[in-house]
């Protein structure tokens, strides 16, 4: 299957932790969506959402990879499809034309525009988008979002082994 990540997912060596078999495709854009960090997480920080909204000069910028169906299991579990995340199927635009392409986007419920990312969920972000060479423009725009430390420890230190991407 093809699945567009648009979040700390851009970063291949998360994503292959939670996916193994995941395998770049391409740099894709998803119009009339745009970039938030106001998905709830059970960590109580910002995660991700593609937030529809309908107008065209919106755009997000992300990673397609493909995944073996076999693995599909592992990646809704990872993302929290129905505790937080749903899935939804849409047109992305590539360098060779439209795609059809799995993405997950938060559940109204679980959206809070008060939170904001912790440090290393905001490094696996821009460090996903200079792996896959996302436009200079739109990675700046990303590095200017403003991010908290982690208070626990231990989970910083899980999650950023996995880094640089």
Not at 84 to 103: K, P, Q, S
Not at 128 to 137: I, K, N, S, W, Y
Request: net charge negative; hydrophobic share 30%; charged share 30%.
């Amino acid at each position: 299957m093809k699945y567009f990540a648009y979040g700390s997912n851009m970063c291949t060596n998360r994503l292959r932790d939670r996916v193994p078999s995941c395998r770049f495709y391409a740099v894709a854009t998803l119009k009339r969506y745009t970039l938030k960090f106001h998905k709830r997480s059970t960590d109580g920080s910002g995660k991700c959402n593609a937030y529809f909204t309908d107008d065209q000069d919106d755009q997000i910028i992300g990673v397609i990879f493909e995944i073996d169906e076999a693995d599909k299991s592992h990646l809704d579990d990872a993302e929290g499809l129905g505790s937080g995340y749903d899935e939804r199927v849409v047109d992305v635009f590539t360098a060779n034309g439209t795609i059809n392409a799995n993405m997950y986007v938060a559940d109204p419920t679980s959206i809070d525009n008060s939170l904001a990312p912790y440090t290393w969920y905001k490094d696996f972000v821009v460090g996903g988008a200079r792996q896959h060479d996302l436009p200079e423009e739109y990675i700046n725009r990303l590095e200017t979002i403003e991010a908290l430390i982690d208070p626990d420890k231990h989970r910083e230190e899980r999650n950023s082994r996995l880094l640089p991407c």
